[in-house]
């Protein structure tokens, strides 16, 4: 800005300096003075002033004295337009600069002027439309991201792929300041780290043949010299970028951001169009400001008519006004022509808004009066091109302003831009008329550039991260005074930034409030119906696109500025109608916009499916919720109450149609498109300072061990760890910008209304029956976002308990996951999945545990029911983790966060993340509440126990077949085989729900034994004897000395870490101790009896787990070399003293039993065996077919259908053939 008006304001001066005007007094003494005054007389400096003088100048002939004067004034910068001939340039002959579509290599997105690019590919390279061969030129390239980029020049030879782009090749030169390096085939160390935002010059020298680049105008040194020259040699600009980066270039076109003294841009300004504009912009703001105080004068009751009083007629006398207007029309006669020119427009009228939207004006009252003479005096396709034009050049100014730790560019731009879109008819005209979001690019207007490292040294000198963690003991935490008055400095420091950052976005929403207004209807359409129409397609855009147009921190920048106009005119509209509408703290979507055929969804799901599909299915149900009823006529009318009987929906809330339904459904759309992305990524730098402060923690631990003449290993110590300490104050500092940014309160209060919101969108439409499967799925999933967000990346920045309202959200969100989960109007698998994956990690924390039993009575049990009913349909491997988590710190060495053989390694096969790793936190209440159901409720608990069974023999199954192959593979002769990382994947996976089954079972087997025991119950034999046959089947698979399962797990396989002795021996041993230790008399005899008359069963396994040798057979022909030392649950902590006891006690006794044990089959005869399992005495008989097996495969048999083994004929009953 000041560099416009400092040149407006000389070239001002200049003008007038050669003028001299004979102003004769006539009758209309006003004009005459208004013409001396805007037109001063000065001394006779040229034949042309003194020829105009002998002509008295009057508003009639102001035209041919203001070309006079205009030509006086570019005379000199006529001659150097023509002395700027382009020599050494070869460029298209209609003087169009910009890339090249034809030589893209790769997926590049161009904008419409061909400048803007965007990368969609993995390296994407594309070249200009004009070359250079001598003489010293310049190019500027401003970048919309700070990633992988490559800028330069490169030759006509130059062949770029997906790999090799610019500086990749022998004749081609380039920067990449993202990893501060050039490029000329091979690469070396050069430049500084660049940021978004940032104007990189690109300067070649084809006199002397050297290439150079300037950072925001700072020279980085020469780059590279000795480029070749001379005939068939040429440079084009050209650049490569990376997957998602964007760069927009500058040859000319418009005034450079950093022009280099010395060097050319591609296109010649046109010096004599800007002299002339800049000399009728200084008049006709002279005129400006004389029609305001002409106003204001007005306003004070000065020569203002009295409506009574009749105005005199316009021959009698003519206004100041009039006479300012008719001049004001002159001078726009001349001024339009250079009003549609884009590098007038940002050299020259942009430098006036500036000026003139940072004055002290109420209401910006000078932009809207000159606003006002652009749409009297200027033409419709004048006023399309300057505004146009006008407003890009804002953009670019704003986006591309210098970093200060002020931000004193930035909201001069904004409020100009603010100051524009205030005026009625021209914010109008641009939502209406210009291509808000894909032309003018306004959603950029809501970003703020981040600062660059050196201003974010300027802000926070001072840096501090918290280096300790509850694993380092009380010793380490304490901090001391100097590390306290670190974070205070650092902490004062962020909030500094805050403050200064809520200033811009305070700008940005008063900008939003105004373009989203809705009292300035015409035409049947308001400005928020106008922005409305373009923002539905700006997020749809954005999806198809896979947001590669819009940088994500642009999108999250505009959520949180939508989120709070949106909030803003929510609660005004309530203040009109509160009868009928709610406070925003209470907002939701009402369920009939999702059934409304006007509301469209682009590719996004229905809970229930397609649109069609559910009208198809639902339409009458839509009518009925509605009141309404469809006669045999056709004629819509209102239902009867009698008929509706008691299936009536309950009555709809809040009015239809309103705009505020529209903008509350646009903010979601964009949250779950592109907002929640980015707050995921920028939790990143967190885990990445947390890794560095990891390893800087632990090289200080290493360089105080070290001894002292180990002088070498201690100066690389000391190199690392400055190393780390140097990574961690950079992003330390980022992380200021962050917090200020990103992760505000403000922006948690904004992230917490909209999980709010969507819960009662959900709560609200599930009441509606099936009805509810008309909503997006897209709202549960935002549910689960927001709470992710909220407790996992606003930490520990802004605590989520520091919420107003923590507790409500919680305990809606409880009931959300709840009631959901195993909705079976939600017919997508992976939105079930979701909700499924959400409750298992709130299941994993303590604090939220508790949400989950505070909830209501009725709501627990039901909870329960769904997580042991049929897997049919869902996960059952999440649904069991939940079930293992309320069990977790009850069984038998269960009481670990980490496998005890991977403490402290961070590695651990698991699907859900630190939540797996928390804490062991059993809840009692569940337990007794699923024992309850357990036992009152015996075809649940027998259907619940015998899936149980089943997927624990098919996961075992599979983990022993994968293992097999394992096996195989490392035991060939060439030892080149490599295992793949899926099969180790699924392998570990297997193990580990095998795992989890077990504990359920145990879980099972502790609160409700009699299920296995009290024979009277139905299957409770059948269930016992499969429970000890599954046991004896992976005991004898797990224990068997140099088996497969112990060679394998000897070898230490990367991916297999998690394979490993201790999760199934412990859980077996805690169903066995609870099983014959926990039990009367009675049921430990059949247990026992049960046990030691299995097939499989083997006393060496369980001595296995005591340090025994077990079964020493070998299975695949492997064998260990080294002796290793033996299993014992003695030597791991995470087994109590009384548990290794119990496991004792439960030895010896079985072996006292096993020496008097006589098994009863001895005495069997071949026909009395059952001809299903061979394995027990046939005592039951099919009626009314007669055929007969044993009763624990009739049992089974029953529990999955009702026909004969053999025969197949449908079964009525079973009878013992004693009887």
């Given amino acids: 800005m000041s560099k416009s008006a400092d040149t407006n304001k000389h070239s001002n001066s200049k003008a007038e300096s050669v003028q001299i005007l004979s102003v004769i007094k006539s009758e209309d003494l006003t004009a005459a003075e208004l013409l001396e005054q805007v037109f001063p007389h000065e001394g006779l400096q040229s034949e042309a002033s003194a020829a105009a003088a002998e002509k008295a100048v009057t508003i009639s002939n102001l035209v041919d004295h203001l070309e006079l004067w205009m030509e006086e004034t570019a005379r000199d910068a006529h001659t150097q337009d023509m002395a700027s001939i382009k020599d050494g340039l070869l460029s298209p002959s209609n003087g169009e600069l910009h890339f090249n579509r034809m030589t893209n290599c790769g997926t590049i997105m161009v904008d419409q002027d061909k400048l803007g690019l965007t990368s969609q590919g993995n390296f994407s390279s594309i070249r200009a439309n004009c070359c250079v061969y001598k003489g010293r030129w310049m190019f500027e390239v401003m970048l919309g991201s700070k990633g992988v980029m490559q800028v330069g020049w490169c030759t006509l030879k130059c062949k770029f792929s997906q790999e090799d782009g610019v500086g990749d090749t022998e004749d081609s030169y380039a920067y990449d300041g993202n990893r501060q390096r050039k490029w000329n085939k091979t690469t070396q160390k050069y430049g500084e780290q660049w940021c978004t935002g940032d104007v990189i010059t690109c300067a070649i020298d084809c006199d002397n043949g050297s290439i150079g680049f300037y950072r925001n105008g700072k020279y980085l040194g020469e780059a590279f010299s000795n480029v070749r020259l001379g005939p068939n040699w040429a440079y084009f600009p050209a650049v490569s970028l990376s997957m998602g980066e964007s760069l927009r270039a500058n040859f000319g076109a418009t005034p450079l951001k950093y022009p280099i003294e010395g060097f050319s841009p591609f296109m010649s300004p046109p010096r004599a169009d800007i002299m002339k504009t800049q000399l009728l912009l200084g008049y006709l703001e002279k005129l400006l400001f004389m029609d305001l105080d002409g106003e204001m004068m007005d306003v004070a009751g000065q020569g203002k008519f009295s409506m009574e009083t009749k105005p005199p007629p316009l021959t009698n006398t003519r206004s100041k006004k009039t006479s300012i207007l008719l001049i004001i029309s002159q001078v726009f006669e001349k001024l339009s022509v250079f009003m549609r020119n884009p590098y007038i427009i940002e050299q020259c009228l942009m430098g006036l808004f500036l000026q003139l939207g940072t004055s002290c004006s109420p209401g910006f009252q000078s932009v809207s009066k000159l606003l006002d003479y652009m749409w009297a005096f200027m033409q419709s396709f004048e006023i399309k091109a300057c505004l146009e034009g006008l407003m890009l050049s804002l953009l670019s100014g704003y986006r591309f302003a210098p970093s200060t730790t002020d931000f004193k560019q930035q909201r001069i731009y904004l409020r100009t831009v603010l100051a524009i879109v205030s005026h009625s008819q021209t914010r109008r005209y641009i939502l209406e008329k210009l291509d808000l979001f894909d032309k003018l690019k306004f959603p950029m207007y809501m970003h703020i550039k981040p600062l660059d490292d050196m201003g974010l040294e300027h802000t926070a000198p001072v840096v501090w991260w918290d280096m300790y963690t509850e694993e380092d003991g009380n010793e380490e935490v304490e901090k001391d005074k100097e590390a306290e008055q670190r974070k205070a400095a650092y902490l004062k420091s962020c909030d500094d930034l805050q403050q200064k950052t809520e200033e811009i976005e305070g700008i940005q929403i008063e900008m939003l409030k105004i373009l989203l207004c809705h009292n300035d209807l015409v035409e049947g359409k308001t400005s928020r119906l106008l922005f409305l129409e373009k923002f539905r397609q700006f997020i749809r855009d954005n999806r198809v696109n896979s947001l590669t147009a819009w940088p994500p921190p642009v999108t999250l920048c505009l959520f949180h500025r939508m989120v709070r106009v949106l909030r803003f005119y929510w609660d005004a509209f309530q203040q009109e109608d509160p009868e009928r509408f709610v406070l925003s703290h209470d907002a939701f979507m009402p369920i009939q916009e999702f059934w409304s055929d006007t509301r469209n969804y682009f590719d996004l799901h229905r809970c229930g499916g397609t649109m069609t599909h559910l009208n198809r299915l639902l339409g009458a149900e839509v009518n009925k919720a509605q009141r309404l009823e469809l006669s045999p006529s056709g004629e819509v009318k209102p239902l009867q109450e009698s008929s509706a009987g008691d299936a009536l929906y309950p009555q709809t809330e809040m009015p239809s149609g309103n705009t505020l339904m529209d903008m509350l459904d646009g903010v979601m759309l964009m949250y779950h498109v592109a907002a929640h992305k980015q707050l995921k990524k920028m939790n990143a730098l967190k885990e990445n300072i947390e890794e560095f402060t990891h390893s800087y923690k632990d090289t200080v631990k290493k360089l105080a061990a070290c001894p002292i003449e180990m002088s070498d290993v201690r100066d690389e110590l000391v190199r690392a760890r400055d190393v780390f300490l140097s990574k961690i104050t950079e992003q330390a500092r980022q992380i200021c910008w962050i917090r200020a940014v990103v992760y505000s309160k403000q922006k948690q209060l904004d992230i917490a209304w909209l999980l709010k919101a969507a819960m009662k969108t959900v709560e609200k439409a599930s009441q509606f029956g099936l009805l509810f499967q008309y909503m997006p799925e897209f709202y549960l999933e935002i549910c689960i976002h927001t709470h992710t967000a909220l407790k996992n990346y606003f930490q520990p920045y802004v605590h989520f308990e520091s919420l107003p309202d923590y507790n409500e959200l919680m305990s809606a969100f409880a009931k959300f996951l709840v009631n959901h989960f195993a909705d079976s109007r939600i017919v997508l698998v992976d939105t079930r999945d979701s909700i499924i994956q959400a409750l298992a990690c709130f299941t994993c924390y303590q604090h939220s545990l508790k949400f989950l039993e505070s909830l209501p009575l009725a709501t627990c049990p039901q909870l329960l029911r769904n997580l042991i009913a049929p897997y049919e349909g869902r996960s059952w491997a999440q649904t069991n983790w939940i079930l293992v988590r309320i069990w977790k710190g009850c069984g038998f060495g269960f009481r670990y966060t980490h496998l005890p053989h991977l403490v402290p390694s961070k590695v651990q096969l698991t699907e859900f993340g630190s939540a797996s790793l928390q804490k062991p936190c059993p809840s ?67 193990f580990e729900i095998s795992s989890g089954l077990f504990r359920v079972l145990e879980m099972v087997v502790a609160i409700a034994p009699n299920l296995f025991t009290d024979w009277s119950k139905p299957s409770a034999e059948l269930l016992l004897h499969r429970l000890i046959q599954l046991m004896c089947l992976v005991l004898t698979r797990i224990t068997q000395k140099n088996g497969m399962f112990d060679s394998v797990v000897s070898l230490y396989i990367t991916g297999l870490e998690s394979v490993t002795h201790y999760p199934m021996l412990s859980v077996i041993a805690g169903i066995l101790i609870t099983l014959l230790q926990k039990t009367d008399l009675e049921c430990r005899q059949k247990v026992t009896r049960v046990l030691l008359s299995d097939a499989g069963f083997q006393m060496s396994s369980l001595v296995f787990m005591l340090g025994g040798d077990g079964n020493t057979q070998a299975e695949g022909g492997a064998s260990s070399k080294k002796k290793e030392k033996p299993f014992n649950f003695c030597d791991f902590k995470e087994v109590s003293e009384e548990e290794v006891a119990s496991l004792n006690l439960l030895v010896r006794c079985l072996q006292e039993h096993l020496v008097t044990f006589q098994r009863q089959d001895t005495d069997i005869h071949e026909d009395e065996l059952c001809q299903i399992c061979y394995a027990n005495r046939v005592t039951t008989a099919f009626i009314p077919c007669g055929h007969h097996s044993c009763k624990s495969c009739i049992d089974h048999q029953m529990l999955i259908k009702k026909e004969c083994f053999f025969c197949k004929a449908e079964v009525i009953s079973v009878v013992s053939m004693a009887t």
Avoid: H, M, P, Y
């Avoid at 089943?950 to 983990?959: A, K, R």
């Avoid at 490599?978 to 996976?989: D, P, S, V, W, Y």
């Fill in 924 to 990: 009692t209440k569940f337990q007794g509440l699923l024992a309850d159901i357990l036992q009152n409720e015996c075809e649940l608990a027998t259907r619940f126990i015998d899936t149980l069974l089943n997927q624990l023999n098919w996961s075992f199954s599979e983990f022993i077949g994968i293992l097999q192959e394992i096996q195989t593979a490392i035991s060939r002769l060439e030892r080149k085989v490599l295992l793949e990382n899926r099969q180790l994947k699924i392998c570990g996976t297997c």
